[in-house]
């Protein structure tokens, strides 16, 4: 293959969809492991309420990743106008089913729901979203362990990790502090002995504290948000933003982008997440490892 | 009075003790109110493991604040080589206590013990000091509300408020991570929407994160690490420190002094907490707050 080397202004691209194979490829072979010693795979529940075509389209991908490494999918799909208690007693259901070991909630539920309190009836053990207040009180608690981290965050350290990237110390600003990615980020950084700053929308000079980090991870959910003056030189950018912004060249009319300024960034950065390809599909992943490690606890094939 | 106005150099001193006074006053008047309504006082009980003469002398501010405002103060003074489960049983015992509403381990324990164990013994409602993980994750998680938040944590940010200080957007440095403030404090602040950024001793500029925040919250133990070269012009400074340091010059032969070197910060600081009297006396305060909470939460007094 012929690798046309740029001048040195180019960030590296960290490939997530290369790292996340990897990481899949690790897991299969895991699963195929268990079901020989123990007669049993992993299985992940998912309830699904409402049609929106996001939430459908992040399904399918978690399905789809549960089928390539031999993990057992379910699907409760609920209408959007049913009530709060018919998804709690979906979610009931699954926690007294053993075959299933890991329970998501698909995120965002109708706006008429308490999602907190749907959330708080899935099973402490099954929590592979990492969301329970216990998991997050044992993330936040360096002398104790979470039975599950979250994802996404899971996902943002694993990309930098494997891309041989020392955390310790180093000067990381979180961007966005929301339950699913900003806050267990920056909690789970923090377990890495990094230096985080959170900032949000009450920020009144979020370009001034990224531009002096070493690492920002962007979980704003704002297309374009971080621009290249945002950036110090030789930076390292984590990009979970997955915007749709319209695009009429697209099949769809629409196509996905990052919280980040792409083409300006990576001319700034040492190495840089695309999107799609980066932070996605590594979180997919780490939601088949979180599976894969509820059963081992369940099976006592935990290290 | 007559009172010497300096230069516009010199920082307004928080007067902590006089915050606290104001504090204890309410909950006296709020206890009275309960005795006559219910029949009842709050009570606190604290487990106090070995002869630590720092701990004795904490406890008993803990205790003196008790009976200053009407809260009964039970104590189990245990010897130091005790074993973990005598611990753990005085616990239980007050778990099972309607009179107690709120049950404190004094921290630190004797080394041959595991401290996360026993903590987890308190009772959800009756953990005053805030560090159960669940009361951590429902801090952390801005959708849920503790039941209790760490002392020192609400008492940083009472001491802001009380003194008219708006925290929405400012840049908050927390220096220090421990369960017992850095981390609750971060956590709080993040409720205030404020910008937070947190370093420790793994972090490689910690003066220059500092000389960009509007309010610094020192609690790293270490006596004068925080310099006047450290502070932005007009920063708040927050001093949770309490270290011992030598004086010959005092009774005992050593003094109490606070992580910033007080002499230099209130040069350059516009607000500033002194120790002692700054931090401290409001920790106390918030102790009997919290007591007072749970208490009114046992007879349906809460707001």
Redesign the interface.
Known sequence: MSVVVNTDRAATIIDGKSIAEDIRLHIAEEVHQMKSTVGHVPGLAVVLVGDRRDSESYVRYKTKGCEEVGIKSLLAKLPGNCTENEVMDSVARYNEDPSVHGILVQLPLPKHMD??RILSVVSLEKDVDGF???????L?????KPLFVPCAAKACIELLLQSGIEL??K?VTVIG?S?VVG?PTS?LL?RH????????A????PE??TR?SDIVISAAGVANLVRGSWLKKGAIVIDVGTNPVEDSTSDYGYRLTGDVCFEEAVKVASAITPVPGGVGPVTIAMLLANTLDSAKRVYGLSD
């Open positions: 999602e907190e329970h207040p216990l998991n997050v009180g044992n936040a608690l360096r002398s104790r310790m110390g000067h502090r339950k806050l909690l923090q002995h990094a230096t985080v700053s959170v900032i949000h009450f920020t009144t000079n001034e504290i002096e």
